[in-house]
């Protein structure tokens, strides 16, 4: 195991806490410091790190507050129609957290009774809930001794203890959920933890750390061997897969278009989309034989023919046609105004061709 000899976490958590109680980022969803156990509503901190799952938090504070407004209680988003979740979630991204976050709202329902539990073994049991969230939620919301390990807090103890092995390996990862356990297994837990979550976000930057103005520079490994910039160290990975999706903007004679609705699982499950075909081109003979409609050749949408999206593991080109129905719409099909989208939630990418054909195709 390469560096992590000697390590003090009680040192490192006394000089969090008195770094962090002198100032800190002000959040919806954060409790002020020293309050203990009851100091914030647990459903807030459950809403908020499920959003917080690889999305920074300047992207997340309107995002919660807008969802708070529309589910201001746990018993108001279990009650909540799952169309309506993803709706209130669009723009976020990753949606496989929404649909977890609603799944988990109606376990602690039906479960335990309305009350988000506060104990990490309690919570690893709901949809959704991993080790992280399951320790956050039970620090931040209880001030209970939950370790946690995200990205932040990977990057903080990798420099703090000279880790030069790539810390997605499984020795590594036990080694920092061991420190992250000794680290909150101290007073203020909950405080503790949120101290090196803002440490990482704040001052411990992946690119350019700011260690001169950091409460742990005397005791911190990497920067006495003077390269915490070139920490942590993670394994190569392969680039996401390049693919294409062709997607036809099919208008009626009323101006509608015409929508369709993705599998329950898989990418953007369960969203509504502009019909998008994934194995090929999306021709005339795929829309009639696909979705049982007759249309003009499709051509090419004129402000945007095409564009690049990336997700997690893959890079998609959006290729978009404009076509014409022949004849009249099956009723049993969803066609609608590009200005009365509001009740269908559509990935991000979606969203933005419909921007363009609003804007003139």
């Given at each position: 195991m390469g560096g992590v000899g000697m390590t003090n976490p009680d040192q490192w958590r006394a000089l969090l806490l008195a770094w962090y109680d002198a100032g800190h980022r002000e959040l919806a969803w954060r409790p002020p410091p020293g309050a203990g156990a009851g100091r914030v509503d647990p459903y807030l901190v459950l809403v908020s790190e499920a959003m917080l799952q690889q999305t920074q938090v300047a992207t997340v504070v309107g995002y919660f507050n807008r969802f708070i407004e529309r589910f201001p209680t746990l018993a108001a988003l279990a009650e909540a129609d799952e169309q309506a979740v993803l709706t209130a979630w669009q723009g976020l991204g990753y949606y496989r957290r929404a649909r977890n976050l609603h799944a988990a709202a109606r376990a602690i329902v039906a479960e335990h009774?309305?009350?988000v539990p506060d104990d990490a073994d309690a919570l690893l049991k709901l949809p959704g809930v991993g080790r992280y969230t399951a320790g956050a939620v039970a620090s931040i919301a209880y001030d209970r001794p939950a370790?946690?390990?995200?990205?932040?807090?990977?990057?903080?103890?990798?420099r703090l203890t000279h880790l030069t092995d790539p810390i997605d390996k499984p020795e590594a990862q036990r080694t920092l959920w061991r420190?992250?356990?000794d680290y909150a297994d101290g007073p203020r837990p909950g405080d503790a933890n949120q101290a090196l979550m803002e440490l990482g976000a704040t001052v411990c930057m992946p690119r350019v750390p700011h260690c001169l103005t950091c409460p742990?520079?005397?005791?911190c490994r990497g920067v006495r061997e003077t390269n915490p910039e070139g920490l942590p160290i993670k394994s190569p990975k392969r680039g996401p897969k390049a693919v294409t999706h062709g997607?036809?903007?099919i208008r009626d004679a009323d101006d509608r278009y015409l929508f369709t609705q993705r599998p329950d699982t898989g990418l953007w499950s369960g969203m509504w989309q502009l019909p998008t075909r994934e194995d090929g081109p999306a021709t005339a003979a795929w829309a009639k034989s696909s979705l049982g409609v007759t249309i003009t050749r499709p051509r090419a949408c004129q402000a945007m023919p095409e564009f690049t999206h990336a997700t997690t593991h893959r890079r998609i080109t959006f290729a978009i046609g404009v076509a014409t129905l022949k004849g009249k719409a099956p009723d049993d099909q969803t066609w609608r105004s590009l200005d009365a989208l509001d009740d269908l939630p559509l990935p991000n990418p979606q969203r933005k061709i419909v921007a363009t054909l609003l804007n003139g195709s």
């Open positions: 009774g309305g009350r370790p946690i390990v995200d990205g932040n807090v990977a990057r903080v103890f990798a420190l992250a356990g742990l520079r005397t005791v997607v036809l903007a």
